[in-house]
Nanobody, 112 residues
């Protein structure tokens, strides 16, 4: 059974940066653990960034130009570099394998 563990969250001021990591173990669904999502209190979970099957990155409009998704060569660790963070991006961030397996999330808090 695949397991995912996110890390790298924390508290930053508006405009700050964080780098999230997601380590997968116990199988990787064929390398399909390549999506980042977030959920703010009282809101639905939303997609933030993903790596398409052809390796190209895909971003939500709201983060394009500020976030960068990447994956190590072994495809066991997924990263999300987040720059110029905004207070409205305060949320718990999750990585996922094809929307089937999920980690516990890592909290990101951005203060104004």
């Amino acid at each position: 059974e695949v397991q995912l563990e996110e890390s790298g969250g924390g508290s930053v001021q508006s405009g700050g940066s964080l780098r999230l990591s997601c380590v997968t173990s116990g199988g990787t669904y064929g390398g399909d653990c390549r999506g980042w999502f977030r959920q703010a209190p009282g809101k639905e979970r939303e997609g933030v960034a993903s790596i398409e099957p052809d390796g190209s990155p895909r971003y939500a409009d709201s983060v394009t130009g500020r976030f960068t998704i990447s994956q190590d060569n072994a495809k066991t660790t997924l990263y999300l570099q987040m720059n110029s963070l905004k207070p409205e991006e305060t949320a718990k961030y999750y990585c996922s394998c094809s929307g089937i397996a999920w980690g516990q999330g890592t909290q990101v808090t951005v203060s104004s």
